[in-house]
């Protein structure tokens, strides 16, 4: 070994995480071991607090330190409107938007049988359970536009149609700011049969 | 677009090597088992990143050797840069355009396309479907980024569907589950399928010319499309749905662009079953004299020939014929046991003699 056990242990778990490859392991490492230790010490304990201090909300199932989540609690939110969602992640950008005013529902995943990951892995029993308790009128699918969120978005609105509600696909096209020629074909295709009337 | 330096370092036989290139004809000649086709795999590996002698990259590296390199520097209309390739057992590949790396080795991203015309090539007459689908995909299709791009979209759809039906072990799948996949696979499929109509439907006129000159105008070669799946996403469904019974029970999906074929007959007669040696080895050449045409019309850079000891297989006048028909173009090299044909199809070539890992020119200085 190279490193001093503990060094080289440090590495392996940094080299875990996801898009970190041993390069980078080894210099996030070297950062670490060169800084000082009160920094070091609010580091781990963020990491730890993160980790031990959020729950899955139990109503949209969005991460939250409080249960249910700020956004589920919050009285101003549109409660008849509800967005289904990959992940986390994708309620940060709804909400960074500030266009969006219900409520959310998170799947934590997209139905990938490569994966191995199918419809039941997803949070949608639960998506069921709260259109079946009744109060809301949409469900706005704002799956990724790949594969698996289309698959998973059209899985959905099958299923939830029988529920009576109006199950509607967030738009693709064009980035707004881009130029047509420099869009992708499949992005164009995809930009003309969503076109609308004006 | 053509190749002026060639470097090559622990490449098959050279321990180092470096050749001059310029525009127009160059002539390798040398003995057998010299090294002369391995220079045209070289350019054809920094060109594509594929040999077409091995699927394992380890066989580039000349034995003895960690790894191998080749570095070519082309131009493009005066504008002069250096593609560097370099395979070693630890670290894998790396490619450079400039120095700069690049994670893929692609003409669209390179400028530098390649044809190339060698022996091997007659399994895509004699070998199965496979071999005809992967002469489309990887060889008409480069410079294609939205065909790539439609491909690597189907192919996940088609894994994706392939492990539905394999996981169901067999028993039915409902259509909550399967109908998903099925308008995806189809919309991805379609898109695929269309281009591909498209490329043979230019490609077959030119294959049929060239075939028709090769023979004295005694043989009509046809080049056609048999998709599997279908343009239309909606009728592809129905082909699918068609299909669900046996697919279920094969754990596979049945129609699709995987299973397409790209017919070649003679005559109306499949060329694989019908045709003489010599007959297969002129459609070959038709074929590929076809995908550098339509190459040079739908690229903004000709590709760079090579021709890997295939001109000996043809009488002169053939020879003479199939010279012309490649046009004078932007550069070819050729790899040949002797020299003797090559002064009747090209006036002032460029010859390089090939012997045991050195090359000495023996002919013209470059002025290009």
Not at chain 1, 15 to 22: F, K, M, N, S
Not at chain 2, 59 to 88: I, K, M, P, T
Not at chain 2, 243 to 265: I, S, V, Y
Not at chain 2, 318 to 339: A, D, K, N, P, Y
Request: with cysteine; glycine share 10%; net charge positive.
């Amino acid at each position: 070994m190279i490193y001093p056990g503990p060094v080289a242990r440090l590495i392996e778990e940094l080299g875990r995480l996801p898009g970190v490859g041993p390069k980078t392991a080894q210099r996030l490492a070297f950062h670490i071991l060169a800084t000082d230790i009160h920094e070091v010490q609010r580091l781990a304990e963020a990491l730890l607090a993160a980790k031990a201090q959020t729950v899955n909300c139990s109503v949209c199932h969005n991460i939250t330190d409080v249960d249910p989540c700020r956004l589920c609690r919050n009285p101003e939110r549109d409660r008849q409107l509800v967005c289904v969602v990959e992940s986390p992640k994708d309620v940060a950008a709804l909400e960074r938007s500030h266009e969006y005013r219900g409520l959310y529902h998170v799947l934590h995943g997209a139905w990938s049988p490569i994966a191995g990951v199918g419809p039941e892995q997803l949070r949608i029993k639960e998506l069921v359970d709260r259109l079946k308790a009744g109060g809301i009128v949409e469900v706005i699918l704002a799956t990724n536009p790949d594969l698996e969120g289309e698959a998973t978005a059209m899985y959905l609105s099958r299923l939830l149609r029988t529920l009576g509600v109006k199950v509607t696909r967030i738009a693709h096209g064009l980035p707004v700011g881009g130029e047509l020629d420099y869009a992708a074909d499949d992005t164009i295709a995809r930009a003309l049969q969503g076109r609308r009337e004006m | 677009m053509h190749v002026r330096e060639l470097v090559l370092e622990d490449f098959r036989n050279y321990h180092h090597l470096e050749l001059a290139f310029c525009p127009g004809l160059t002539l390798l000649t040398g003995g057998n088992a010299q090294g002369k086709t391995n220079i045209l795999e070289a350019i054809y590996w920094v060109a594509t990143g594929r040999s077409h002698r091995t699927l394992e990259e380890r066989d580039l590296v000349r034995s003895g050797e960690a790894g191998c390199r080749v570095r070519a520097v082309v131009d493009a209309g005066g504008r002069q840069y250096a593609l560097e390739l370099s395979f070693h057992q630890a670290q894998g590949r790396r490619f450079s355009i400039g120095a700069k790396p690049y994670r893929r080795v692609d003409g669209t991203d390179s400028g530098l396309y390649a044809v190339l015309f060698a022996p091997e090539d007659l399994e895509l007459i004699k070998g199965p479907p496979v071999n005809r689908r992967r002469f489309l995909d990887e060889e008409v299709f480069q410079g294609s980024a939205g065909y790539r791009r439609a491909l690597a979209s189907y192919n996940r759809c088609l894994a994706h569907r392939n492990r539905l039906l394999k996981d169901a072990g067999g028993s039915r799948l409902s259509a909550s589950l399967l109908d998903p996949w099925n308008r995806q696979l189809a919309e991805t499929g379609a898109a695929v399928t269309r281009l591909r109509r498209q490329v043979i439907a230019s490609l077959a006129p030119g294959a049929a010319r060239v075939q028709e000159r090769l023979t004295g105008g005694a043989e009509r070669l046809q080049v056609a499309y048999r998709p599997s799946g279908s343009d239309d996403s909606g009728e592809f469904v129905r082909l699918l749905e068609a299909k669900a019974h046996e697919e279920l029970a094969r754990g596979a999906t049945l129609a699709g662009p995987h299973r397409d074929e790209l017919a070649l007959e003679l005559e109306g007669k499949p060329l694989r079953t019908h045709g003489s040696q010599g007959q297969q080895r002129c459609a070959v050449l038709a074929l590929k004299a076809a995908v550098a045409e339509y190459l040079r019309s739908n690229l903004g850079s000709t590709p760079v020939l090579l021709l890997d000891d295939i001109l000996s297989e043809l009488d002169r006048r053939r020879q003479h014929e199939l010279m012309i028909m490649l046009g004078t173009g932007s550069q070819t090299i050729i790899t040949s046991v002797t020299q003797g044909w090559s002064h009747q199809a090209a006036a002032d070539p460029l010859v390089y003699e090939v012997k045991a890992g050195t090359a000495r020119k023996v002919q013209r200085a470059c002025t290009g």
